[in-house]
């Protein structure tokens, strides 16, 4: 016992040093794997308060460039409501219970895009009944799904991700993929398991197939920019250039799907 | 004592704030960014205790990861970082360490260069490795830890070299 004991006091630092870098290596390996990093994320109100008051001073500088974005953006949709036969009538009135898509605007205060596993930061949360697996998506494109919430902000897995997979397909058919991120360059997204016989060409539309209950179907992704048979010979291996850019984002809507529970409860009735 | 204990704490948070909102910003190339929340670990007394200087390192770490989002990545640097430095000074240092005396305002700029480089290079190395986590991507690893090591490098020396000038 005494011999135990003195073991341990002479060998205290290296013993300590372990322990912290048993706790550091296991936060790591589980921020790895997707969904996994629930206590060390920056939802929360010191580091969402800082990130808010630098973005506050800092969104001033891209005043002009957002305002474009927002201008073009209404600008299509005025094209789209004025050309559409049911007039004004097409919008989606959200107060209502008939909708299915419920929206909230929203801004992102910490972007990030040169690393591997990319995780943004956006100034709405639990009071603006933002929940986890919610779509985001920008005026150009989708951004990511969210994660975790606290009362004021959420963090939102960016498309630049590569633990995320979002389910996407071609415009023009139906054929559809899984998108994934290979983490090279941030302009340029991945587009697997789309089938052999996709009639696929260059400069190709890319959107959400609204597969999976959170991105409706038809949000732009990207146009293709080359695409290969992968190596089981069956499917094509497409890479798509982001209509968004990722580096410089500010305004974004996110996407709750009100009939979610009820699509949940029949794909998946013993959960 | 109480002078030193206040400068240090000033100099944690001061590092993780320029860290956060300034550096991690600059992206120059893209995706390369100095990482100067180190000269933490850098500069931190010889003389003091080192359970307590493991513990702030991996501390310092912990909470660049939760401003970062990035798991433990930076605190599994930063301790390892913070485990091998007393091997690094011995190795830049020599007999100066030995004494105790060792004062990082009036070193030799050859060993000063030494000292950081080989925490920078160390530091970096496990990060981007634990980042990218893949094997099959050793290249990127490689390369990010050269451009990284090399904008972190002159940015210390910089920093080091600045504000030793005006402290006695």
């Not at chain 1, 291996?237 to 996110?254: A, Q, S």
């Not at chain 2, 930076?74 to 004062?103: C, D, M, W």
């Amino acid at each position: 016992m005494q011999q135990i004991v003195n073991f341990i006091l002479r060998n205290k630092i290296t013993l300590f040093f372990l322990l912290l870098l048993c706790i550091s290596i296991g936060l790591t390996i589980q921020s790895h794997s997707y969904h996994k990093s629930k206590f060390i994320n920056s939802a929360n109100s010191i580091t969402g308060g800082i990130y808010n008051t630098s973005n506050s001073v800092s969104s001033y500088f891209n005043l002009k460039s957002e305002n474009q974005k927002l201008q073009e953006e209404n600008t299509r949709l005025k094209a789209l409501i004025f050309n559409s036969k049911l007039g004004t009538k097409s919008y989606i009135d959200t107060t209502s219970f008939d909708t299915q898509y419920k929206v909230t605007e929203a801004r992102i205060i910490k972007n990030s895009y040169a690393l591997q596993n990319n995780v943004l930061l956006i100034n709405k949360g639990e009071k603006d009944s933002i929940k986890a697996d919610l779509g985001v998506i920008s005026p150009k494109g989708i951004i990511g799904i969210t994660d975790n919430t606290n009362s004021k902000y959420t963090s939102v897995i960016s498309i630049l991700n590569t633990t995320n997979k979002i389910s996407a397909q071609l415009k023009k058919t139906n054929h559809y993929g899984s998108l994934s991120w290979n983490g090279n360059s941030p302009k340029v997204i991945q587009l697997t398991d789309i089938q052999k016989n996709a009639p696929i060409r260059v400069g190709d539309t890319i959107t959400t197939s609204g597969r999976s209950d959170i991105f409706p179907k038809g949000v732009l992704i990207g146009i293709v920019k080359d695409f290969k048979i992968d190596i089981t010979e069956n499917f094509f291996e497409v890479n798509v250039i982001l209509f968004n850019d990722m580096t410089n984002l500010e305004h974004v809507t996110i996407i709750e799907n009100l009939d979610k529970l009820l699509i949940d409860a029949l794909l998946n009735p013993n959960e | 004592m109480n002078n030193l204990l206040s400068i240090h704490t000033i100099r944690f948070i001061a590092l993780i704030l320029l860290q956060v909102l300034l550096f991690n910003n600059i992206n120059f190339m893209g995706y390369i960014n100095p990482m100067v929340y180190i000269l933490f670990i850098i500069l931190f007394p010889v003389k003091n205790n080192k359970t307590l200087f493991l513990f702030l390192s991996f501390l310092l770490g912990l909470i660049i990861d939760i401003f970062m989002d990035s798991g433990g990545i930076n605190a599994t640097a930063t301790l390892v970082t913070a485990f091998i430095r007393p091997a690094v000074l011995k190795f830049s240092f020599g007999a100066v360490y030995e004494h105790q005396a060792l004062k990082f305002n009036n070193i030799d700029f050859g060993q000063k260069i030494t000292y950081i480089t080989l925490l920078t290079v160390t530091h970096h190395i496990i990060y981007f490795s634990l980042e990218i986590f893949n094997t099959s991507k050793i290249i990127l690893v490689l390369q990010n830890t050269l451009f990284s090591s090399i904008f972190t490098i002159i940015l210390c020396v910089l920093i080091t070299t600045i504000f030793s000038t005006k402290s006695k």
